[in-house]
């Protein structure tokens, strides 16, 4: 589990994925090994989570939380949405992409309706990635009550391209996904050549604003190394902008140096 913000946590429910993406930001504990939470370290997570009033929100991911059984993973949200205090739970999945039918299971379909609204955060890229399968699995979901954001990752050679981007969030918000997050791409080994400059990721985002909606919209944002935090970027939060670095200004005032 991870408290980095005050008012919620993300808890690693798994280090196995449907999918191993060459660019994932948790590619050093992803499947290295592949293992679940068992119920002595749930106990633990679901005590200090009690303890912490101040906590509002939950993140559930990995891994991929949808690679467990639904009876498992449904044991333990049912745990949490009993805590007082605890408000939403997030799930974060790639599963809606790669794996859309395990959203045509009837019993995880009845335990998403059962615990609504259950946040489903996911992770398309590309709009050819949005099959007719997705497009039956987002319908399945939407049903439940169940929202569905979408988080985008910036990729050198795949998407950095406005007009990939706004057919991918167009198409996404004609499913009723709202695109939430474009993430830069982090400094992950093995992934410089997926990588554009601060200065491309800016100007392609200033050509998104001006040509789709609000709606339509993420917010261009990354994280910083050493757990300081994720930023958007922004005009306040640049201090200063050169090819390959970049000053940036924390949520919490401090400034961050962070090489594009």
Same mark, same amino acid.
């Given at each position: 589990?991870?408290?980095?913000?005050?008012?919620?946590?993300?808890?690693?429910?798994?280090?196995?994925? +449907?999918?191993?993406?060459?660019h994932c930001m948790r590619k050093r504990k992803v499947g290295k +090994?592949?293992?679940?939470?068992?119920?002595?370290?749930?106990?633990?997570?679901?005590?200090?989570i009690k303890k912490h009033k101040e906590i509002r929100e939950i993140l559930i991911s990995g891994g991929d939380p949808l690679v467990l059984s639904t009876e498992k993973l449904f044991s333990y949200i049912s745990l949490l949405k009993k805590i007082e205090h605890i408000e939403v739970i997030r799930i974060g999945t790639r599963t809606p992409v790669v794996l859309p039918q395990r959203f045509y299971d009837e019993s995880l379909l009845r335990y998403l309706e059962k615990y609504s609204p259950i946040w489903i955060i996911t992770h398309f890229n590309h709009p050819e990635e949005i099959t007719p399968e997705v497009k039956k699995a987002t319908q399945l979901i939407q049903k439940t009550g169940s929202p569905i954001l979408n988080q985008t990752v910036l990729l050198k050679g795949i998407n950095d391209n406005a007009s990939i981007l706004k057919?991918?969030?167009?198409?996404?918000?004609s499913l009723g996904i709202k695109p939430y997050y474009l993430f830069h791409c982090d400094p992950i080994y093995g992934t410089a050549h997926f990588r554009t400059s601060l200065k491309k990721g800016i100007y392609l985002y200033n050509l998104l604003k001006r040509d789709i909606s609000g709606l339509a919209l993420p917010f261009y944002a990354l994280d910083l190394p050493h757990g300081k935090g994720k930023v958007i970027i922004s005009e306040n939060n640049i201090l200063q902008l050169e090819d390959n670095r970049a000053l940036l200004r924390t949520p919490w005032g401090e400034v961050v140096e962070y090489f594009t």
């Open positions: 589990m991870t408290h980095r913000y005050k008012d919620r946590v993300l808890i690693t429910i798994t280090t196995m994925c +449907p999918v191993y993406c060459r +090994p592949e293992k679940a939470l068992n119920e002595k370290e749930f106990k633990r997570i679901y005590d200090y057919e991918l969030f167009r198409k996404l918000v």
